[in-house]
């Protein structure tokens, strides 16, 4: 149902704001995100784009599913998953603030019964450097994701086994961490997770946010799957509980834009808060994580970039922050397969903050295998460049010799291979350097020789057949 009705309802929300984007990159970005949904099969897809701190598009794309009556809509609340980390980790700062717990905390204090508690702080918890085994490494829902479970169940089972290692000494990406931090969230504010977070954050930023578990039926979009290259099927959600404080959350691209938007205006959060944030944690030996607390921190342009994924049953998401430049993309899609969420994210972000890729300068021998292969085009057309060559090798290149190799090498078209052979040696005050020229159905060896140095002309260029 799904790969058929995409073609037919490929359609757009207004966009909000959207005269900050020129009608170029509109049209663009409509066919990055085309693009990316049909290639990989994905239903739909949800955007949102921040510039200069804000919302300037808002579109929804594509079949959202049969919850969805009346065409995309930008408005549907996609579950975010994973980027749910970032509300929990900026919980535990805002209760740090509150002076009813500290990020140094050891979890004893909170939730005694995990293993090595006395030994792992909240820091650890949300930097995914604590050593507790992730309860779902999957990228599909198991077994026991058919029943509901709480968190201590999750503890119970996951978090009582030995640690994978010592806290603070690898990184290894845990959700059951995140659902200890949950646990004590609730514990040092004596409010549920979720109503902790809409008196803090959604309901001062004006976001409509809800439990993820709730995220299903009319109204929202339908989560989808594949096996192998077959059919798009409908997701079955995973029963209640399953992504507490490690994805909790369902909203909008534009209700997660607005919070990117908090991010960098410096807002909800103190900037202390937000830097610690966006705070690289290192390991005891001081090697990288490229992890804060419940971000992933990279670099574009030179330039901090601020950054997570997620996934859920049947649902994918990027969510992308440049603070310096003000700049964040949202991309939601209702599919666990594909990759079109990282595509479409990327794709935008090369488009409004393009990076010219740093010049990369030629080996010696780089440069001589691409002059090498452009002489062997030239000889094949009839056409070469006799200031490439010596005095002795124009003398070979006469009429006859020139005639011959384009009468027998053009009909072969263009060579699948054009590969060094072997290293290059020096002989006779010149430089030795062989090509394997493979076709479909035969392969051609060129042996050359040639002055020493970048620009040194080829003395030889016989081309004959292996």
């Given at each position: 149902?799904?790969?058929?009705?995409?073609?037919?309802?490929?359609?757009?929300?207004?966009?909000?704001?959207?005269?900050?984007?020129?009608?170029?990159?509109?049209?663009?970005?409509?066919?990055?995100?085309?693009?990316?949904?049909?290639?990989?099969?994905?239903?739909?897809?949800?955007?949102?784009?921040?510039?200069?701190?804000?919302?300037?598009?808002?579109?929804?794309?594509?079949?959202?599913?049969?919850?969805?009556?009346?065409?995309?809509?930008?408005?549907?609340?996609?579950?975010?998953?994973?980027?749910?980390?970032?509300?929990?980790?900026?919980?535990?700062?805002?209760?740090?603030?509150?002076?009813?717990?500290?990020?140094?905390?050891?979890?004893?204090?909170?939730?005694?019964?995990?293993?090595?508690?006395?030994?792992?702080?909240?820091?650890?918890?949300?930097?995914?450097?604590?050593?507790?085994?992730?309860?779902?490494?999957?990228?599909?829902?198991?077994?026991?994701?058919?029943?509901?479970?709480?968190?201590?169940?999750?503890?119970?089972?996951?978090?009582?086994?030995?640690?994978?290692?010592?806290?603070?000494?690898?990184?290894?990406?845990?959700n059951t961490g995140y659902v200890v931090a949950g646990m004590i969230i609730e514990k040092a504010s004596g409010r549920k997770l979720l109503d902790y977070l809409e008196a803090k954050i959604f309901k001062p930023l004006g976001i409509h946010a809800i439990d993820q578990d709730q995220a299903v039926g009319k109204g929202f979009p339908q989560?989808?799957?594949?096996?192998?290259?077959?059919?798009?099927?409908?997701?079955?959600?995973?029963?209640?509980?399953?992504?507490?404080?490690?994805?909790?959350?369902?909203?909008?691209?534009?209700?997660?834009?607005?919070?990117?938007?908090?991010?960098i205006d410096r807002k909800v959060l103190t900037p202390e808060d937000w830097a610690v944030q966006e705070t690289e944690v290192k390991l005891a030996d001081g090697s990288p994580t490229r992890y804060g607390l419940g971000v992933s921190l990279g670099e574009h342009g030179g330039k901090k970039e601020v950054s997570h994924g997620g996934e859920?049953?049947?649902?994918?998401?990027?969510?992308?922050?440049?603070?310096?430049?003000?700049?964040?993309?949202?991309?939601?899609?209702?599919?666990?397969?594909?990759?079109?969420?990282?595509?479409?994210?990327?794709?935008?972000?090369?488009?409004?903050?393009?990076?010219?890729?740093?010049?990369?300068?030629?080996?010696?021998?780089?440069?001589?295998?691409?002059?090498?292969?452009?002489?062997?085009?030239?000889?094949?057309?009839?056409?070469?460049?006799?200031?490439?060559?010596?005095?002795?090798?124009?003398?070979?290149?006469?009429?006859?010799?020139?005639?011959?190799?384009?009468?027998?090498?053009?009909?072969?078209?263009?060579?699948?291979?054009?590969?060094?052979?072997?290293?290059?040696?020096?002989?006779?005050?010149?430089?030795?350097?062989?090509?394997?020229?493979?076709?479909?159905?035969?392969?051609?060896?060129?042996?050359?020789?040639?002055?020493?140095?970048?620009?040194?002309?080829?003395?030889?260029?016989?081309?004959?057949?292996?």
């Amino acid at each position: 149902m799904f790969r058929s009705a995409f073609a037919a309802t490929l359609l757009i929300a207004t966009p909000a704001a959207a005269q900050q984007l020129t009608p170029e990159q509109t049209a663009k970005v409509d066919t990055i995100v085309a693009d990316a949904l049909k290639s990989s099969g994905v239903p739909s897809a949800s955007v949102a784009i921040v510039r200069e701190g804000k919302i300037v598009f808002t579109k929804a794309y594509g079949d959202q599913g049969p919850g969805i009556a009346r065409g995309p809509d930008v408005n549907a609340k996609y579950q975010i998953a994973s980027v749910s980390k970032q509300f929990t980790a900026a919980a535990i700062l805002l209760l740090e603030d509150e002076g009813k717990l500290s990020l140094d905390d050891k979890v004893s204090k909170w939730v005694p019964d995990v293993t090595d508690a006395d030994k792992i702080t909240i820091r650890q918890l949300l930097s995914h450097t604590a050593g507790l085994q992730d309860y779902w490494p999957q990228d599909y829902s198991f077994k026991a994701m058919e029943t509901a479970v709480t968190p201590q169940q999750i503890v119970d089972r996951w978090g009582k086994k030995p640690l994978d290692f010592t806290p603070g000494t690898a990184w290894q990406y845990s959700n059951t961490g995140y659902v200890v931090a949950g646990m004590i969230i609730e514990k040092a504010s004596g409010r549920k997770l979720l109503d902790y977070l809409e008196a803090k954050i959604f309901k001062p930023l004006g976001i409509h946010a809800i439990d993820q578990d709730q995220a299903v039926g009319k109204g929202f979009p339908q989560g989808t799957h594949r096996y192998a290259l077959g059919p798009v099927r409908p997701a079955k959600p995973a029963a209640d509980g399953w992504l507490w404080a490690a994805g909790e959350l369902a909203m909008s691209a534009a209700d997660l834009a607005r919070w990117d938007i908090a991010r960098i205006d410096r807002k909800v959060l103190t900037p202390e808060d937000w830097a610690v944030q966006e705070t690289e944690v290192k390991l005891a030996d001081g090697s990288p994580t490229r992890y804060g607390l419940g971000v992933s921190l990279g670099e574009h342009g030179g330039k901090k970039e601020v950054s997570h994924g997620g996934e859920a049953v049947g649902f994918l998401s990027s969510n992308l922050v440049i603070p310096e430049e003000r700049f964040a993309v949202v991309s939601l899609v209702s599919a666990d397969f594909g990759g079109a969420h990282d595509v479409i994210a990327q794709g935008i972000t090369d488009l409004l903050l393009p990076v010219a890729a740093p010049a990369t300068a030629l080996t010696l021998d780089q440069q001589r295998d691409a002059l090498a292969r452009k002489l062997f085009d030239q000889l094949r057309a009839g056409t070469p460049d006799r200031s490439l060559m010596t005095e002795d090798a124009n003398y070979f290149f006469d009429a006859t010799a020139l005639g011959d190799y384009c009468d027998s090498l053009a009909p072969l078209g263009e060579p699948l291979v054009f590969a060094p052979i072997g290293k290059p040696r020096l002989r006779g005050g010149f430089v030795n350097r062989n090509y394997m020229i493979r076709y479909k159905d035969r392969t051609l060896v060129a042996v050359t020789y040639a002055e020493p140095g970048a620009a040194g002309k080829f003395e030889q260029f016989l081309v004959m057949p292996r």
